[in-house]
């Protein structure tokens, strides 16, 4: 089945450390996101890339980054200049066509903690 | 600049129909969507309205918009415990999916 795979589930950080989470899409969609989600708001962008190994700022990159090294694939680290990473991350890709209603699919999450 | 605006939370009793409410200040909206996120799950798109459309339904789903009061609604007639889960409403001025701008959200429980 075509989807969205992103790991872990559940990821813990301690102070000073960088982490890194996975999302994988086997839908061949070019563009692909990462949003931030906390309690109460709503998901708030942190990078996006609409084509291999080219990427955007999103309204909250500081203290993230990504790469786009293969279509599949969409890594984002946490560095530890994020002084607020405790959050739940959702990665999604769409589809890329100029004046088409881009739909977005989502991931089943990671919820990332601070130790 | 944009904003989208739900309120957090709404209760309704099963087999009753649940009304969520969202406003959106940017009238150059040309989509606007419904997403759906159950516990500890990513969103799944519900459904989604040109905004050259008053209204769209589909099945139990009914979506109004009113582009003058820049106010949209989702109905969802005969509500069952499935259907409980966070619900979002979101909004782009082009059809490019990293414009999109999304509400907080409406927590919707079902009491029996």
């Known amino acids: 089945d075509g989807g969205i795979t992103q790991s872990p589930k559940y990821l813990f950080r301690k102070e000073g450390q960088n982490v890194t989470l996975s999302c994988e899409q086997n839908l061949n969609h070019d563009a692909m996101y990462w949003y931030r989600q906390d309690p109460g708001q709503g998901l708030r962008l942190i990078y996006y890339s609409q084509i291999v190994n080219d990427f955007q700022k999103g309204d909250i990159a500081e203290g993230y980054s990504v790469s786009r090294e293969k279509k599949e694939s969409f890594p984002l680290t946490v560095t530890s200049a994020q002084k607020n990473p405790t959050a739940f991350y959702l990665c999604?890709?769409?589809?890329?066509?100029?004046?088409?209603?881009?739909?977005?699919?989502f991931g089943s999450g990671t919820q990332l903690s601070v130790l | 600049g944009e904003d989208v605006e739900q309120s957090l939370f709404l209760s309704v009793r099963e087999g009753d129909s649940s009304v969520i409410n969202c406003t959106y200040t940017d009238s150059s909206s040309t989509y606007l969507y419904w997403y759906k996120q159950e516990p500890g799950a990513g969103l799944q798109l519900l459904t989604y309205?040109?905004?050259?459309?008053d209204m769209k339904q589909d099945q139990r789903l009914t979506v109004l918009l009113n582009k003058k009061d820049k106010h949209l609604s989702l109905r969802i007639a005969d509500t069952q415990t499935g259907d409980s889960a966070i619900y979002f409403c979101a909004e782009t001025v082009d059809s490019s999916a990293s414009k999109i701008i999304f509400g907080s959200g409406t927590r919707l429980s079902i009491r029996p």
């Open positions: 309205i040109f905004s050259n459309m």
């Open positions: 999604a890709s769409s589809t890329r066509a100029t004046g088409v209603n881009e739909k977005l699919f």
